[in-house]
């Protein structure tokens, strides 16, 4: 059994703060919890929505439609109301009508705690009571989370929220809700699960121009920057911030750029310094639909052979794309020390979808676990920086030490010497080149969820995973046969392992955020699909496992 929550309004009414608020409070009652927002590009007015989604087992995806609809304008009333299923329940900040139960929330607020701005206080506890849960849970979580603010502050939000309950106290349980349940009490989102990655794994540099969707990346390592030693800088454009992360690379530091698409076609040139340098550098690049800035605050997967072929000249890359909160974590720790391993660029993709998704999940690790930078530490007085080696890894030595550290943006000896010599030339591109054998070999096979004889499958890869996972589930559990592929590393594929888990299915259906198939496309070239359906998404919104299921049953 789940439930889906809707707040909308305008964008600086509170729609986060009420949302986030739902999120922890919900959460804090054992009910696993998955929200999702839906926001304008712009400070204030428009139309936002924030999604908070209860259930008694593990969710996966968003939903479009709500069972309660709480809109803090006319236009969230109107637009929105549409989309609320049936014996569904809409409370309006006003008068009521036309279906809306009027609570004046605002007026509420201020009668209640002589301010307006806890007017999302008082939604809360109205939510808490159509919902049947009980409001003195919600002021707990309340009394927690406003402490450190004093006990005016706790008392005036608890007043706000006791007072919404009240105020919907005619209506309290017509939504039937899902019991407490034992889901994971640690709350995250997939931009906090990849800066605390980064932070744990031991990134001491971390530069931006902020972008969004990356931006919540950001300003969660600037927040930690303390606690795990971290420089964080607001770098003037994205040409500085790569170039920034080339230099404390060459130093020897663990650093980190985040951007979004118009950032890293700034960041491209600085790649390909970071390719011929041999510099372990990492990008998480944060997709939104373009082109050119396109819709700044909607997602997509639209930057994959972007991504996949950023740069000028030829050099080796990894890229990887999680789907959930776990695999941001886990993979943001696996690129840094890819990165570092083979001496090479390498890319995280994401999107807003997942980037702004909160759920709870079992507690990730916070504490400081550094990566193996593979640095030398006793270079002899004979070191070679580029030495010529089978693996096409050179050793690895930093400024300051015994051994020489010669560098060049241009073609180099084994030493670093600039060279126009067009054997070395070659000597050296086929090294940095033979360091795609061994990317291979480490590549992460995909996932497969569904059962091994499934007539239908689907492809997927990054944020799609939950609302794959999700339709697969659906289509089985009225008759189908669905089961799905999903590749968290999208460069370079592993296409043994891929192979072993295609089966043998009669339908093959790639789920993507693009129009073009582009991942589609990338199999094809790795020699792993012929022909195959595309079922796209790129109207800025994310998939939903009944937007798959509609366009799987055509």
Request: aromatic share 6%.
């Amino acid at each position: 059994m789940d439930i889906n929550v809707r707040v909308a309004g305008e964008a600086g009414q509170g729609v986060l703060t009420t949302g986030n608020l739902l999120v922890g409070a919900l959460a804090g009652l054992g009910l696993h919890v998955l929200s999702s927002q839906s926001y304008m590009s712009r400070i204030r007015g428009g139309l936002n929505w924030f999604d908070v989604r209860i259930a008694d087992e593990e969710l996966f995806s968003p939903r479009r439609t709500a069972d309660l609809l709480v809109a803090l304008t006319p236009p969230a009333r109107d637009i929105l109301a549409e989309d609320l299923t049936e014996g569904g329940m809409l409370l309006f900040d006003g008068a009521g009508g036309d279906g809306a139960v009027g609570i004046e929330f605002s007026r509420a607020a201020q009668e209640a705690a002589g301010s307006k701005l806890m007017a999302n206080t008082v939604a809360a506890g109205a939510v808490f009571a159509v919902l049947g849960y009980d409001c003195g849970r919600l002021c707990g979580y309340l009394a927690t989370q406003f402490k450190k603010k004093g006990d005016e502050v706790v008392a005036a939000n608890v007043t706000c929220a006791r007072r919404g309950a009240e105020l919907a106290g005619t209506h309290a349980g017509r939504i039937p809700a899902p019991a407490p349940a034992a889901a994971p009490d640690y709350l995250c989102s997939g931009a906090e699960a990849i800066g605390l990655a980064a932070a744990a794994a031991g990134v001491k540099l971390v530069t931006a121009y902020p972008m969004t969707p990356s931006t919540p990346t950001f300003t969660y390592l600037a927040a930690v920057a303390d606690r795990y030693g971290i420089v964080v800088e607001q770098a003037e454009d994205e040409i500085a911030a790569v170039n920034m992360i080339c230099g404390a690379a060459y130093a020897g530091v663990p650093a980190l750029a985040a951007t979004s698409g118009g950032g890293f076609a700034l960041m491209v040139e600085g790649l390909s310094l970071a390719g011929i340098m041999e510099l372990p550098i990492v990008i998480v690049l944060g997709q939104r639909p373009g082109p050119a800035t396109g819709l700044p605050t909607r997602t997509a997967q639209q930057d994959l052979k972007f991504a996949l072929s950023a740069g000028h000249g030829e050099f080796v890359r990894a890229v990887f794309a999680p789907g959930t909160i776990q695999q941001c974590y886990e993979l943001t720790r696996r690129a840094l020390q890819t990165a570092h391993r083979f001496q090479t660029p390498v890319l995280i993709l994401t999107d807003e979808f997942l980037q702004d998704l909160q759920k709870n999940v079992p507690p990730l690790d916070e504490s400081p676990r550094p990566i193996d930078r593979h640095i030398l530490e006793d270079p002899s007085p004979d070191y070679r920086r580029y030495e010529v080696t089978e693996s096409g890894v050179s050793p690895r030595a930093i400024p300051g030490g015994e051994g020489f550290v010669i560098c060049d943006s241009d073609v180099h000896n084994d030493c670093g010497n600039i060279t126009e010599d067009l054997q070395t030339h070659l000597t050296q591109q086929d090294k940095r080149m033979r360091k795609l054998t061994g990317l291979t070999a480490e590549a992460l096979p995909p996932q497969r969820y569904g059962p091994d004889d499934a007539g239908t499958l689907l492809l997927a890869w990054g944020s799609s995973y939950g609302p794959c996972r999700e339709a697969v589930d659906a289509l089985n559990a009225h008759g189908g046969s669905a089961a799905m592929l999903h590749f968290s590393q999208v460069w370079p594929i592993n296409a043994a392992g891929a192979r072993q888990l295609f089966g043998r299915p009669r339908r093959v259906i790639s789920v993507e955020g693009n129009c073009t198939g582009q991942f589609a496309s990338v199999l094809r070239e790795a020699g792993l699909l012929e022909e195959c359906e595309l079922l796209p998404r790129y109207d800025g919104l994310p998939f939903t496992g009944e937007y798959i299921v509609s366009g799987v049953n055509g």
